[in-house]
Nanobody, 127 residues
Framework: QVQLVESGGGLVQAGGSLRLSCAAS????????MGWFRQAPGKEREFVAA???????YYADSVKGRFTISRDNAENTVYLHMNSLKPEDTAIYYC?????????????????????WGQGTQVTVSS
């Protein structure tokens, strides 16, 4: 059974940094794309970043240059390093995975394409 457990959320002032972690278990994730999404109150869940086993990365325009996604393949863990945080980054952040063969660069940003999700971790950025 696949399990994704996020950690690292919290309260931070605007301009600050946080690092989110997502530990995956239940299978080997070498053939999976690992991604981060977020959902703010009253808004739809939106794509933040994704990474392939090879290390290829993809970002939403709103976070490019501020966020960095990385993964430790040996530990089945994906990270989201968030710098220069803004109040509009406030949301619940979710980790998700999908088999790489099922997804393309065009569909990678769609939450409905992902098979497994974590429970989420709250990130709050104060102004």
């Amino acid at each position: 059974q696949v399990q994704l457990v996020e950690s690292g959320g919290g309260l931070v002032q605007a301009g600050g940094s946080l690092r989110l972690s997502c530990a995956a278990s239940g299978r080997t994730f070498s053939s999976y794309v690992m991604g981060w999404f977020r959902q703010a109150p009253g808004k739809e869940r939106e794509f933040v970043a994704a990474i392939r086993w090879s290390g290829s990365t993809y970002y939403a325009d709103s976070v490019k240059g501020r966020f960095t996604i990385s993964r430790d393949n040996a530990e089945n863990t994906v990270y989201l390093h968030m710098n220069s945080l803004k109040p509009e980054d406030t949301a619940i952040y979710y980790c998700a995975v999908v088999r790489a063969i099922k997804i393309t660069e065009a569909t990678m940003t769609s939450p409905k394409e992902y098979d497994y999700w974590g429970q989420g971790t709250q990130v709050t950025v104060s102004s």
